[in-house]
């Protein structure tokens, strides 16, 4: 209970008589809201104030930048490193924090919230189900399911995983999560991301609690992040392309590749298209319902960037050896010769 003499809970300095009281319109939800806001960004705003705290904090920048700054802005992992280092390295810090706010005046909605913050939730989950306001992530690593308060994107898709920190808050019955920030999302709809994340916590004991990202964390960043930028063609070994390939991105490959190999194209040459496919299926990740229209748009692509030398075919002569109408062949061959362009110019 809140006294009408006591500090009103929206820290705006006054006693509540003389504030957030006189607001009858008010709901008690956006009171709460703004507590909680008042919480997280004091957290953010005023708990690194020892030099040593300042350093070490400095030493985690200075490595998240080493690692992660090709794929981020200097904002951006200005973000991802304070929400590691508060809400996951010091953990100590932001438990303070809690029984520091639990101590003092709040309202009894904050204060049960407050109660489930002692521990951070880190959301590595797949996209179930989109509404109107929500969207739905169950969660790679173990067997629980967040309710996100997201209003989604056009770009969001079932399939889709998300990755950062979120608390607890179960006030709305549509939604069980309070995001800090942004979340990361990286397109899925293949699963190869969810086999390499599973693989991935599986060879480093597989415990998927706040200890393995206290480790972890950064790794997994790594490893979402090299999907969502393109690979480059000279980091990718041709040994390695098909293991990256799922099973009808194979059977497009092999399609492929045995077309060309009734040309006698060069190993050299087979090597880039293998190459150029492998980045495709790994930015785009098609959907096949046919391997051989895909495997037509491949060598229609191979074909026009020289690899099969002087032959010459048609629209209509290439999609008749692989069974295909020129219509669905020509769907991705413009994407394709932009990825094959970029391969020869490195």
Not at 34 to 51: A, D, K, M, W
Not at 83 to 98: C, G, K, N, Q, T
Request: proline residues 4%.
């Amino acid at each position: 209970m809140i006294g009408r003499n006591s500090p009103c809970p929206c820290g705006s300095g006054k006693k509540y008589k003389r504030c957030c009281s006189l607001k009858t319109d008010i709901s008690n939800e956006h009171l709460v809201d703004n507590e909680l806001r008042r919480i997280v960004s004091g957290y953010f705003e005023n708990t690194i104030s020892l030099p040593a705290e300042f350093a070490e904090y400095g030493r985690y920048e200075k490595e998240w930048r080493s690692s992660l700054g090709r794929f981020f802005s200097s904002k951006e992992i200005e973000q991802v490193t304070g929400e590691y280092y508060l809400f996951i390295e010091r953990l100590d810090l932001w438990r303070s924090h809690i029984m520091k706010e639990l101590s003092g005046t709040v309202r009894s909605d904050t204060r049960r919230l407050l109660k489930h913050w002692n521990d951070p939730i880190v959301l590595l989950g797949k996209v179930n189900g989109i509404s109107e306001k929500t969207v739905t992530v169950d969660q790679i690593l173990d067997n629980n399911t967040y309710i996100l308060p997201l209003s989604p994107s056009k770009e969001l898709m079932v399939g889709d995983i998300l990755f950062g920190i979120a608390l607890y808050d179960d006030r709305k019955p549509t939604a069980n999560t309070y995001l800090l920030n942004g979340l990361y999302r990286v397109a899925d709809r293949s699963g190869s991301v969810q086999r390499q994340i599973m693989e991935f916590a599986e060879s480093r004991g597989g415990a998927a609690n706040l200890g393995f990202f206290k480790e972890y964390m950064m790794d997994v960043y790594n490893l979402l992040l090299t999907r969502v930028h393109e690979p480059r063609s000279e980091e990718l070994a041709v040994p390695d392309v098909e293991k990256s390939m799922t099973e009808p991105q194979q059977e497009v490959l092999d399609i492929a590749l045995s077309k060309l190999d009734e040309f006698n194209v060069k190993e050299p040459m087979k090597n880039l298209v293998k190459l150029v496919f492998a980045i495709f299926c790994l930015q785009e990740e098609p959907i096949i319902r046919k391997p051989e229209v895909l495997a037509a748009s491949l060598f229609k692509t191979a074909h026009e960037a020289g690899v099969l030398g002087d032959a010459e075919f048609t629209q209509a002569e290439v999609a008749k050896m692989f069974g295909v109408s020129v219509s669905a062949m020509m769907k991705n061959v413009d994407t394709l010769k932009s990825y094959i362009a970029e391969a020869q110019k490195k």
